[in-house]
């Protein structure tokens, strides 16, 4: 018997008859900033403005203007929710991920009648064609400049198709066949493709992915040092279902899509072609970004013209996320606490047992490393560490490291650290200087004029609430009586 196909829509059944982590409306919402504003109370947290909170993930079924379209959000927000999705430990959910990295399990193409991605297909050339009424993308707050699609994941080929790439952007719905993309310079693949066509002067084929299994989402977020050019982040899903992920070929555009994706979109990049992201609000606003502030519409993004769209029949699911919400917090922050595990194990193995990198850094800015220290020649590992994971993730900002008696997925006890075991004539470092994620506001030139030359540029910090190892004896913990059974007494 052969085993079902991992879907969106196989996960939603593992969870939906769990009232924590999952639940649907019937009530009317609007797209347009209402969708987001009723999530907002009810599952979004990370760095959104409170009162905000963590709660399940929500299935808007009655979405004006959009009649037999769905809208799901929030579903990876949970990191306990994304351990059940992925049959694993919550808490250690980023050495999970670093050894599917090391075993990929390559995707594979299958046959057109494999694909409930194309069961109803539209093309372009249909007088009818409008994405602004065929994709049920919502607005995050009433300043956005436009739709956004904030969960799709882009697929695509270098010009001789001997590499392909799967990657997450912000893309807004700037006209009926329109979509304004931003690519971050620098450590984007899609990127570095897209380049390569418009040196060429040629329009470059790519499908956009929406309504996905999350071991596809969360898989390509990977990025550099991790997965270098070349690797396709899809075998990371491959190998964390132990299955590989379908793939079938564009029905518009020489490229593939994603077999099961809710929604796929085919298109080109334009090349020597840009747009500006608030063309039709004028806000000067994008969209929400995951350190808590509105974006500032990009004046020049890349150019998305969309040959077809293609969805699933019987209500198919539009997947969105809230930019600043806990759900984008663990699509960036678990690839990035793998990849800091696997540069540590390979260079100071044994020193680094966990990694965290929580809400209030938007899943990128800051990280808390787990230490253990054998022997008083470790004193000073953990220093070690901080440096090692700033080298390979230049959006890292601020370095917690504590001892292996200490909780890092509570922050009540990371700060506690700083209140019992830390000094701050001793124990801080701060680099000044360095490059950092330019959504931080703080990184201005006017800010702090003499380190930051150019926006962009950030001073580090590095709090280290680790016990100097000499001195172990004097920082032990009240220890309380083991009661395996304790539980008994809640009954």
């Known amino acids: 018997m052969t085993e079902q196909p991992w879907d969106l829509r196989r996960v939603l059944d593992e969870i939906k008859d769990d009232p924590a982590e999952y639940h649907e409306t019937n009530e009317p919402v609007d797209p347009n900033a209402e969708l987001c504003g009723v999530f907002r109370y009810i599952g979004a947290r990370g760095t959104v403005e409170r009162p905000t909170k963590l709660g399940p993930t929500m299935m808007f079924n009655n979405v004006k203007g959009f009649p037999d379209t769905r809208v799901l959000i929030g579903l990876m927000a949970s990191r306990q929710r994304v351990g059940k999705m992925f049959h694993t430990d919550y808490a250690h959910l980023g050495e999970y991920l670093n050894q599917a990295v090391s075993k990929p399990v390559a995707p594979v193409v299958v046959d057109e009648d494999k694909a409930p991605a194309h069961e109803v297909v539209i093309k372009a050339d249909d007088p009818d064609f409008d994405l602004r009424t065929l994709v049920a993308a919502p607005t995050n707050t009433p300043e956005d400049a436009g739709p956004y699609i904030t969960c799709g994941v882009v697929l695509g080929s270098n010009m001789d198709k001997t590499m392909s790439d799967v990657t997450i952007h912000r893309m807004c719905i700037e006209g009926k066949d329109t979509l304004g993309v931003y690519i971050m310079p620098g450590g984007r693949h899609i990127g570095a493709f897209a380049e390569e066509y418009e040196k060429a002067n040629q329009p470059m084929p790519i499908t956009i992915n929406i309504g996905l299994d999350p071991a596809i989402t969360i898989g390509c977020t990977f990025e550099p040092p991790t997965t270098p050019l070349g690797y396709n982040e899809l075998g990371v899903a491959g190998a964390i279902r132990n299955q590989p992920v379908d793939l079938v070929k564009a029905v518009t555009v020489d490229e593939i899509v994603i077999a099961r994706s809710e929604y796929t979109l085919e298109g080109y990049i334009m090349p020597n072609e840009r747009i500006q992201e608030d063309i039709n609000t004028h806000t000067g606003k994008a969209m929400p970004e995951f350190p808590g502030y509105d974006g500032d519409a990009n004046p020049s993004l890349q150019v998305i013209k969309i040959t077809a769209v293609t969805h699933r029949k019987d209500n198919p699911i539009m997947q969105s996320?809230?930019?600043?919400?806990?759900?984008?917090?663990?699509?960036?922050?678990?690839?990035?606490?793998?990849?800091?595990?696997?540069?540590?194990?390979?260079?100071?193995?044994?020193?680094?047992?966990?990694?965290?990198?929580?809400?209030?850094?938007?899943?990128?800015?800051?990280?808390?490393?787990?230490?253990?220290?054998?022997?008083?020649?470790?004193?000073?590992?953990?220093?070690?560490?901080?440096?090692?994971?700033?080298?390979?993730?230049?959006?890292?900002?601020?370095?917690?490291?504590?001892?292996?008696?200490?909780?890092?997925?509570?922050?009540?006890?990371?700060?506690?650290?700083?209140?019992?075991?830390?000094q701050a004539d001793q124990d801080i470092m701060v680099l000044p200087g360095m490059r950092n994620h330019p959504l931080d506001p703080s990184e201005r030139p006017q800010y702090d004029p003499k380190s930051i030359r150019f926006r962009g540029m950030s001073s580090k910090l590095v709090i280290d609430g680790t016990v100097p190892f000499d001195m172990k004896d004097q920082f032990e913990r009240a220890k309380f009586k083991d009661v395996p059974d304790w539980e008994k007494y809640l009954k």
């Not at 929580?358 to 440096?387: C, F, S, V, W, Y």
């Open 321 to 422: 996320v809230i930019g600043p919400s806990e759900e984008h917090v663990s699509m960036a922050g678990l690839p990035t606490e793998a990849s800091i595990l696997s540069l540590t194990d390979k260079t100071i193995p044994g020193k680094v047992l966990n990694v965290y990198n929580p809400p209030a850094g938007g899943g990128k800015l800051m990280t808390i490393m787990q230490i253990h220290k054998d022997n008083p020649a470790d004193e000073g590992i953990q220093r070690q560490a901080a440096l090692l994971a700033f080298s390979a993730f230049k959006e890292l900002k601020t370095v917690f490291l504590v001892d292996e008696d200490v909780d890092i997925f509570d922050m009540n006890d990371v700060v506690w650290t700083i209140n019992t075991r830390f």
